[in-house]
């Protein structure tokens, strides 16, 4: 049998070959690496005083900077609803920041009636997928979570897993379902020894060497040939306009 570069012509005629190209390694390995520690912003769920979300994203949290990373968590009391006020709100504004700031980030979750939280949706819907020219989350990595008062389910996560590819993220292939968790921490807040704190371990170690390999690249993996396309047909616009 005849291989496929046997039996199809490399000709593509629907494609602009100035803009195609194949897979340039010198971006996809570049010589210079970034030295700093990787930024990772964490977001969670809910706003109750003794909120399973933010407890495990504070081990999350304290697992990551044992591990080099530089950690920020956001906390989502008095964040206005999406719509509800301008973006210059100081919540707003801060969360918008912090999303720029970050070079990953880690959403958890509590499922409520079978999903995620408003709490955590409203986050995620005030970060908008690009600010002029820059795009807060476009080619950063993603690690999503979720706890819940009953046996193990996975909703939360798989719908953060569908936000994740909306904002154009890179979702790590792992996350972590903690089962009835009110059982899983002590008086003071930690989280006890079990499969689902080992689960965490997981995730955040595979979130960090998400991290340290994409970052570098990030703009490079989620550059489109259609993008470029449109950009250079606008650009040719500009110029034909300037030349009327």
């Known amino acids: 049998m005849k291989k496929d570069s046997e039996l199809l012509s490399p000709d593509v005629p629907n494609v602009d070959e100035q803009l195609f190209a194949a897979p340039d390694l010198s971006r996809l390995f570049p010589s210079e690496h970034a030295k700093h520690a990787p930024r990772i912003l964490l977001l969670y769920g809910s706003i109750r005083e003794r909120s399973y979300s933010r407890l495990v994203t504070e081990e999350a949290a304290r697992l990551l900077q044992k591990m080099g990373a530089e950690t920020r968590i956001f906390d989502p009391r008095g964040l206005p609803q999406p719509d509800g ?98 059982l899983e921490f002590d008086e003071a807040g930690r989280m006890k020894p079990s499969s689902y704190y080992e689960r965490i371990v997981d995730v955040m170690e595979e979130l960090m060497k998400f991290t340290l390999l994409t970052r570098d690249c990030a703009g490079y993996l989620v550059d489109r040939y259609s993008e470029r396309r449109e950009s250079a047909e606008q650009l040719s616009a500009r110029v034909n306009q300037r030349s009327i």
């Open 85 to 182: 006020a301008t973006e210059d709100h100081p919540k707003v504004k801060e969360l918008r920041d912090l999303a720029q700031w970050a070079e990953g980030m880690v959403w958890t979750s509590p499922e409520r009636h079978g999903a995620m939280t408003s709490i955590l949706k409203a986050q995620i819907d005030w970060i908008p997928l690009s600010v002029g020219a820059v795009r807060p989350t476009q080619g950063k990595t993603l690690a999503v979570m979720q706890v819940s008062g009953g046996s193990q389910s996975f909703n939360a996560v798989n719908q953060m897993r569908v936000l994740g590819r909306w904002m154009r993220m890179l979702t790590i292939p792992n996350q972590s379902s903690v089962a009835k968790a009110y």
